[in-house]
């Protein structure tokens, strides 16, 4: 992540965040209640107080109530078009339908946006907020991320978008003014990110603390559940995919899955990539490391009988593989995503919130 020189100014920054129909409400509450929080909190230890840094307007195509994706209203305080200047944009997340994004609906939205560009102001999205952004072409080129449950829609509707859904947070741009954060929860990432550049990363720090918000360092990846591309139309590949789905754990799957096509292995091999965007063993290892994620999950299995149940002989191996798909280590995995034990039914009150072992 670049480093910026904190930038020292009178007025606060002045913050934009875009309404639209289909934006989710929680993700624009939560970054406006965010970004006003050096209203509400007291200074940092060892900080004078100081005149909040940004100053946050919902802002969308006309004033007056919105009925946002879960049909709550929100309140659109100004219109773009009464809204000459602004330092920083944000798109929050949106909800698409079965019918996916519908490219030219917002046509006076995206002129705007891309005359604030020119005018010097950052264009940021929250998760799927980048599909509006994209509109202004201002994307097509460079990196960017968007949640891992839309990448393959992105990637349809908007091809010369470089997307990165494992990633949490990318910056980009010429003066690294095209900011996209990546799924759902990310907008924290997002937010802590722009109060570190424009105030300081010990008011970014302050912030978190106050809302107990935590940076995704290590990636989207862990989140990710693997499903393997179907719909290709290669109908031995598919049957392929089928069997290998319930049969992955087995001794050779993929020599296993070449026999029965009754393809050669050469041919086999380029059909197969061709058609998954991945080889036939990368593919396994994906399968298995997924069917392992669950077992951490859910079960009291170590991780060498894991490694065992899920094809691999040799735990050491297994380990290096979990680590290299995941960022994760099997036991670091199991620590994030297993239920707390205060969380389980049945679980003491004075528990809740601390694990057993901390108890006094």
């Keep these: 992540m670049p480093r910026h020189a904190v930038a020292t100014r009178s007025e606060p920054f002045h913050v934009s965040l875009l309404a639209i129909p289909e934006a989710v409400v929680s993700t624009l509450s939560g970054i406006f209640d965010v970004m006003n929080a050096f209203a509400m909190m007291p200074p940092p230890p060892g900080m004078p107080m100081q005149t909040p840094p940004f100053r946050v307007e919902i802002v969308g195509a006309r004033a007056g109530p919105l009925e946002l994706a879960s049909h709550i209203p929100v309140t659109v305080q100004r219109s773009v078009a009464a809204l000459d200047a602004t330092d920083i944009i944000i798109v929050p997340s949106v909800l698409l339908g079965p019918e996916g994004w519908r490219k030219g609906r917002y046509p006076e939205l995206v002129e705007w946006l ?7 102001a950052l264009l940021c999205s929250a998760c799927s907020g980048i599909f ?3 509109e202004t072409g201002l994307f097509d080129g460079v990196d960017a991320t968007v949640h891992f449950g839309y990448a393959r829609t992105f990637a349809a509707t908007f091809p010369q978008v470089r997307i990165h859904p494992e990633h949490v947070l990318v910056v980009s741009g010429r003066q690294e003014e ?9 907008w924290h990432d997002l937010v802590l990110y722009l109060i570190a550049r424009h105030a300081g990363s010990t008011a970014a720090q302050a912030v978190a603390r106050f809302f107990a918000l935590q940076w995704h360092q290590d990636g989207l990846a862990p989140y990710i559940v693997f499903e393997g591309r179907n719909d290709h139309g290669d109908l031995a590949i598919q049957a392929a995919q089928a069997w290998v789905g319930t049969h992955f754990a087995v001794a050779n799957p993929v020599e296993e899955m070449i026999r029965r096509t009754g393809l050669s292995e050469r041919t086999f091999k380029r059909r197969f990539a061709n058609a998954t965007g991945l080889s036939p063993l990368a593919y396994v290892q994906r399968l298995r490391i997924e069917d392992a994620k669950r077992r951490l999950e859910r079960t009291e299995a170590s991780v060498d009988e894991i490694s065992w149940q ?17 960022g994760l280590t099997p036991g670091a995995y199991r620590r994030r995503f297993r239920i707390p034990d205060y969380a389980r039914p049945g679980a003491a009150p004075e528990q809740h919130g601390r694990r057993p072992a901390e108890a006094t």
């Design 114 to 120: 891309t005359a604030m560009h020119a005018r010097g």
């Design 132 to 134: 509006l952004l994209a």
């Design 178 to 186: 095209l900011i996209t954060s990546g799924a759902s929860m990310t």
């Design 310 to 326: 899920v094809g691999y002989e040799e735990p050491a191996f297994f380990r290096r593989l979990f680590k290299r798909v995941t």
